[in-house]
């Protein structure tokens, strides 16, 4: 029997990631499954407490994402969009009318004073969802990306800017004080494999990492602790990765990368593309795997996950 009967832990943040929390979803016994996910880029908007990455691992596993976009949900509709911009509002933000169904109970249950996890858990069992999806914490944290513009809060870096504005650095507020809730502490204690998804380290796995506690457990784990490049061949498969290594100047491959996440790391995952860098990433002290790890459809998804728990002996 392979890896698919372990407690395995998944670190994701965006599209990117979702994707490979899906094809855990598809091969490992749910109850052995937990996804923790990236809080940094939520923000208040227009009223309503809205968590992107949570509801977009959320709508990927339940099978509802869009799949052109990675976010929101798929057959979507636009009348409440239509209908602020009638008013005059900002749209830049796009919320289909599906999803703000998400975004209406999230808030109301937040207001309630339900806990940050115990509000995603009741969404992600009311779609179906039988794995564990935590925030990474119960406290709020932001990310914020300095720029040669001034400070922008994620969303209006990432979606109203378009990512265009140079990053001069990215902090996360809120991250120094912020507390992982007990299911996040006691789903790595008990991790028999951590997986790194391939997510933007620097938006969406630093994030996680910049909650003390939850990074001095991620160390302290004796588990193995696998990632996999979100870089392949010199770019991000989606997403601003590639254009933030180079204005941050990190190497734009696999290695800069791996270098960047190298004290969470026991091993590391990368594309056919890049089977030049293994010697490197041998040097780094990290075993590596490679194989394709671009995943077009579901079943890439889950080969991809299944050698990556193959790997994880
Ligand atoms: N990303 C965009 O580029 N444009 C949008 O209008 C947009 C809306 C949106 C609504 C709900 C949601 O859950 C995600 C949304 N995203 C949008 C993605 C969001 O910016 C995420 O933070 C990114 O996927 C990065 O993780």
Redesign the pocket.
Known sequence: MTNLNRNIVALA???GGAKLAHGLYQVVPPEKLTIIVNTG?DFEHVGLS?S??L??VMYTLAGLANPQT???VRGESWHMMAALARYGEPTW???GDR?LATHILRTQWLREGQPYQVVTAELCRRLGIQCAVLPMSESPVRTMVQTAEGELPF?EY??QQRCQPVVKGIRFVGAESAKPSRPVVTAIRHAEIIIFCPSNPWL?IDPILAVPPLRRLIVASQAPKIGVSPIVGGQAIK?PAAKIMAELGAEISPVGVARHLRDVLTAWVIDYADESYQADLTQLGLRTLVTQTIMKNDEERARLAREVLEFAK
Do not use: E, L, N, Y
């Open positions: 943040g965006g599209v880029d809205i992107p990455d509801d977009t990675g976010w929101g933000f796009q919320m999803d969303q990432f979606v969406s997403g």
